[in-house]
């Protein structure tokens, strides 16, 4: 019986809506758009959202230009919101463990804040204690901070951290809630750009909300993949599929309003297959043995036959566009998307991860006892 070590998590969306039901899970928290807690006539006429996401945790660090087509000082208090965690005790629900570092400048000054939490949206802000009752264990944290835009164009620079979640063969997942950007004067964010950089060697997952006249671009190496994803916890997404090799992700659209929260991610960075999109192309026998080398306490007892083992063996090499010698291996493991091989690339310059060199040495072990 193959046992998962896995703790399983997945995003907990704005408004407290599941993207996935029927799993024991641990909702983590998601990045914001900045928005008016009340109508107003600013606009937002420029966002450049950026995320840093490494080893589990998302940097992010926004640029933002409103106008403000008074001739006069326009007041406003702006909210951010950061949905709770789910989690058993009201205290791991503090705020310091949801989004980190929050930081809001403007005209080079760091804005104070105050914290409040609801229930939704559109429900009443509350003040928060550190001593929430059971039946508040829901609803999402408001940062407010009041803004006096002058007229014309006014800059904020926004900056927070929060940790990805994660789900089975998704390693991590970030959210950012973008629809609240709709509730700046015109509804619409006139010039958007999203950044994306989830470190080297990557195969990255992302919702594609954006439309078709929206193009992405690879500030770096890699390709965007054809390949389409069509599992049930996709369901609700536009999945696109980018192989980074170094790199960052860049999307611009004007005149966005937008219509869904910002999901993206990386796939399991050490084995790009999974049962979620390998097409059918290996064994379960395989599959498992993948998992068992994973987990410390199964692998020695693979079923995977001597063929399936050495395959093993060079798809991690594959993940780091080795150009295989081998005809067959080559054949084969350019069924996908993501092997990009390259012809300058030696055998002796591939630097392995800690990681990979683990998996390696069982692998190894492995054959050796077949010996």
């Not at 990386?266 to 290996?282: A, H, M, T």
């Amino acid at each position: 019986m193959l046992i998962i070590k896995l703790l399983i998590k997945f995003c907990f969306f704005f408004l407290s809506v599941l993207f996935m039901t029927g799993n024991d899970g641990t909702f983590l928290s998601n990045g914001s758009v900045i928005f008016p807690v009340n109508e107003t006539k600013i606009s937002l006429e420029k966002e450049i959202l950026n995320f840093q996401c490494k080893n589990g945790l998302a940097k992010v660090n926004i640029y933002f230009e409103f106008n403000n087509p008074e001739s006069q000082d326009l007041k406003a208090l702006v909210g951010f919101v950061s949905p709770f965690y789910n989690f058993d005790s009201p205290k791991e629900n503090n705020p310091s463990k949801l989004i980190r570092k929050f930081t809001v400048v403007f005209n080079n000054e760091i804005l104070p804040f105050s914290r409040k939490w609801s229930r939704c949206d559109t429900c009443q802000l509350n003040d928060f204690t550190e001593k929430l009752k059971e039946d508040d264990w829901s609803g999402q944290f408001v940062n407010l901070f009041e803004v006096e835009f002058k007229p014309g164009l006014n800059k904020i620079l926004h900056s927070y951290e929060f940790s990805a979640s994660s789900y089975v063969y998704l390693e991590e997942i970030y959210t950012y809630v973008l629809q609240t950007g709709r509730k700046w004067a015109g509804g619409v964010i006139k010039d958007f750009t999203l950044e994306i950089d989830c470190g080297e060697n990557q195969l990255v997952f992302i919702d594609d909300i954006f439309g078709k006249e929206a193009e992405w671009t690879i500030i770096g190496t890699g390709k965007i993949c054809n390949e389409k994803i069509q599992e049930d916890i996709f369901e609700e997404y536009d999945i696109k599929l980018f192989r980074i090799v170094s790199g960052s992700l860049r999307i611009n659209i004007k005149d966005f309003s937008p219509q869904k929260d910002i999901y993206f991610g990386i796939f399991d960075r050490n084995w790009y297959v999974s049962r979620l999109f390998n097409k059918g192309l290996f064994s379960e026998d395989f599959m498992n043995a993948l998992n068992d080398i994973k987990y410390d306490d199964y692998y020695r007892e693979s079923e995977i036959g001597n063929k399936d083992l050495k395959l093993l063996r060079n798809l991690i090499y594959a993940q780091y566009n080795y150009d295989f010698k081998n005809k067959e291996y080559k054949q084969f493991f350019s069924q996908f998307d993501w092997y990009m091989p390259d012809p300058n690339l030696k055998m002796e310059d591939i630097k392995l991860t800690e990681t990979h060199k683990k998996y390696l040495s069982r692998i190894i072990e492995l054959e050796n006892i077949r010996k």
